[in-house]
């Protein structure tokens, strides 16, 4: 079993910058693609970045130019630098990979790490 370990939340003024990691571990499977979500409080949870196995990337219009989406050379780690944040980023962040099991597909989802920005 894959299991995705989350790190680097926590809080921050607003401008500044952190940087989230998201390590997998266990029996490591093909990872097609890789995914930040967040979910604020009483809002639902939306899609903030995502990497795709073949190195595209795409961002939620409000995160564009401040957030950068990256992995490791292994592709098992994914991050996200956040820069200039703002108090509408707070939130809990999620990553999420799809792991590529030959017949299927399955969902990995990591334990969520807390930012907050303070303004």
């Known amino acids: 079993q894959m299991h995705l370990v989350e790190s680097g939340g926590g809080l921050v003024q607003a401008g500044g910058s952190l940087t989230l990691s998201c390590a997998a571990s266990g029996n490591i499977v093909p990872i097609t693609l890789m995914t930040w979500y967040r979910q604020a409080p009483g809002k639902q949870r939306e899609l903030v970045a995502s990497?795709?196995?073949?190195?595209?990337?795409s961002y939620l219009d409000p995160v564009k130019g401040r957030f950068t989406i990256s992995r490791n050379n292994r592709k098992d780690t994914v991050y996200l630098q956040m820069n200039t944040l703002k108090p509408e980023d707070t939130a809990v962040y999620y990553c999420?990979?799809?792991?590529?099991?030959?017949?299927?597909?399955?969902?990995?989802w990591g334990q969520g790490t807390q930012v907050t920005v303070s303004s």
């Open positions: 990497l795709s196995g073949g190195g595209r990337s």
């Open positions: 999420h990979m799809v792991g590529d099991h030959d017949v299927s597909f399955k969902d990995y």
